[in-house]
């Protein structure tokens, strides 16, 4: 059964940096698109980032210029690098594997991981 395991959470001032990593098991992360997702409660989840299996990314408006999403297959890990975080950024970040939206994708998720912005 295919797990996705994400780290790198935790409270930060605005202005700092932190870097979520999501692991998936199985060897097959270079096959589909790896999305991260955040919510706030009462809210929907967000897409914020998405990278292809040929590396392509795309960035939700408000986090272009400061996230970066990458992978590295030989960890089997995708990350994302989160510079110049605002207090907007607060939320609890989700990791997904396949096309965003999909009903494929819909099986594919971690368990989240914290992030809180404040000073």
């Known amino acids: 059964q295919v797990q996705l395991v994400e780290s790198g959470g935790g409270s930060v001032q605005p202005g700092g940096s932190l870097r979520l990593s999501c692991t998936i098991s199985?060897?097959?992360?270079?096959?589909?698109?790896v999305n991260w997702y955040r919510q706030v409660p009462g809210n929907q989840r967000e897409l914020v980032a998405t990278i292809d299996s040929g590396g392509q990314t795309n960035y939700t408006d408000s986090v272009k210029g400061r996230f970066t999403i990458s992978r590295d297959n030989a960890k089997n890990t995708v990350y994302l690098q989160m510079n110049e975080l605002k207090p907007d950024d607060t939320a609890a970040y989700y990791c997904?594997?396949?096309?965003?939206?999909?009903?494929?994708?819909?099986?594919?998720w971690g368990q989240g991981t914290q992030v809180t912005v404040s000073s």
């Open positions: 997904n594997m396949g096309d965003p939206g999909s009903a494929f994708a819909q099986h594919y």
């Open positions: 199985g060897s097959i992360i270079h096959i589909f698109a």
